[in-house]
T-cell receptor, first 114, second 114 residues
C-alpha cells in the first residue's frame, strides 16, 4: 500500500513568489493535514482538510492557503513568499473513526526561499 | 504556546542499554499521546501511542508510560540499537476536540552508539 506522497521533494523560490506543494493521502484516508517544520522547531500545525472542506487552520497568515480535491489529494499554496517561510512542509493523512488520531506522514517538501 | 515540551534536545546511549525519552504537556484536555520517529530526509513514522485511560503501553522493545497527575510521559527503548538513532517527537491530541490537529514537541535526537 502506497504511503503519503508529496511533491516536489525540493522547491527553491525567491521572495515574493508563490509556491505550490502537493500531497496525495493514503488510499481510503479522507483527512489531510499540513505542518511546517522550521529549523530547530517542532511541527507547527498549518491546515486540516476533510471531505473537501477546510476544518481548522493554525496560527499562520492568510497567504498560507490550500484546498482538497474530490480524490482527497491536497495542495498547499504559499503566496508572497518570505525568507522565514523556508522550512520542511509535511503532509499527513488519517482514516476515519477510532484510528483518526494517528496521522501518517509523507517525506515532506523542503522549501527554500532566497 | 508550546503545549507539548521535550526538554532534552539530544540523548546519547550505548547499544544494548535503555533509552528514556521524556515529554511533558500542559493541556489537561489531552487524552491521547503518540510517539513518532523521524530519520533524515523522511517523514515522521508513527511508533506507539497511549490513551489516557492507561498508564502503560508496550510494543516489542518500545514502552510508553503515562503519568497523568504529573502531565508527563516517557518512551523507553530496551535494548537500544544503532538503527534507533533518529529524532523522536512526542505528540498529543484532545480527542473530544473537533480541531483535528496534533500538538508536537520539538523532538529529541537519539544517538545509539556501538
Amino acid at each position: 500500500e502506497a504511503g503519503v506522497t508529496q511533491s516536489p521533494t525540493h522547491l527553491i523560490k525567491t521572495r515574493g513568489q508563490q509556491a505550490t506543494l502537493r500531497c496525495s493521502p493514503i488510499s481510503g484516508h479522507t483527512s489531510v493535514y499540513w505542518y511546517q517544520q522550521a529549523l530547530g522547531l517542532g511541527l507547527q500545525f498549518l491546515l486540516w482538510y476533510d471531505e473537501g472542506e477546510e476544518r481548522n487552520r493554525g496560527n499562520f497568515p492568510p497567504r498560507f492557503s490550500g484546498r482538497q480535491f474530490p480524490n482527497y489529494s491536497s495542495e498547499l499554496n504559499v503566496n508572497a513568499l518570505e525568507l522565514e517561510d523556508s522550512a520542511l512542509y509535511l503532509c499527513a493523512s488519517s482514516p476515519r473513526g477510532l484510528a483518526k488520531n494517528i496521522q501518517y506522514f509523507g517525506a515532506g517538501t523542503r522549501l527554500s526561499v532566497l | 504556546d508550546q503545549q507539548v515540551k521535550q526538554n532534552s534536545p539530544s540523548l546519547s546511549v550505548q547499544e544494548g542499554r535503555i533509552s528514556i525519552l521524556n515529554c511533558d504537556y500542559t493541556n489537561s484536555m489531552f487524552d491521547y499521546f503518540l510517539w513518532y520517529k523521524k530519520y533524515p530526509a523522511e517523514g515522521p513514522t508513527f511508533l506507539i501511542s497511549i490513551s489516557s485511560i492507561k498508564d502503560k503501553n508496550e510494543d516489542g522493545r518500545f514502552t510508553v508510560f503515562l503519568n497523568k497527575s504529573a502531565k508527563h510521559l516517557s518512551l523507553h527503548i530496551v535494548p537500544s540499537q544503532p538503527g534507533d538513532s533518529a529524532v523522536y517527537f512526542c505528540a498529543a491530541v484532545d480527542r473530544g476536540s473537533t480541531l483535528g490537529r496534533l500538538y508536537f514537541g520539538r523532538g529529541t535526537q537519539l544517538t545509539v552508539w556501538p
